[in-house]
């Protein structure tokens, strides 16, 4: 089992930022990518970003492209989102994950976080 803990989420307001992370443990993996998605009530989950293994692979979604950073410490184990001139519609519960590549973490990912509440006033 692969636990994810996000943390950084809050209340900001329009035009501002946040970071979020995300810590993994517990079971020992290698090569995994990293990424968050999105969702707000009655809605379908959002990709919003994923950053493989080794960092060189970045993938946005649209929504967020230009505004949003994702990135990973050097022991892996920890993905970080610097999310800068925040707008109202970026509201969410965001959720980190992991996946064997980017491209399967965007499809489905393997291990999923609890979710940490992202709120921008107008």
């Known amino acids: 089992q692969v636990q994810l803990v996000e943390s950084g989420g809050g209340l900001v307001q329009a035009g501002g930022s946040l970071r979020l992370s995300c810590a993994a443990s517990?079971?020992?993996?290698?090569?995994?990518?990293m990424g968050w998605f999105r969702q707000v009530p009655g809605k379908e989950r959002e990709f919003v970003a994923a950053?493989?293994?080794?960092?060189?692979?970045?993938s946005y979604g649209d929504s967020v492209k230009g505004r949003f950073t994702i990135s990973r410490d050097a022991a892996k184990k920890t993905v970080f989102l610097q999310m800068n001139s925040l707008k109202p519609e970026d509201t969410a519960v965001y959720y980190c994950?992991?996946?064997?590549?980017?491209?399967?973490?965007?499809?489905?990912?393997?291990?999923w976080g609890q979710g940490t509440q992202v709120t921008v006033s107008s």
């Open positions: 994950a992991v996946g064997s590549t980017v491209v399967t973490l965007i499809k489905r990912g393997d291990y």
């Open positions: 517990g079971r020992t993996f290698s090569s995994w990518a």
């Open positions: 950053i493989s293994w080794s960092g060189g692979v970045t």
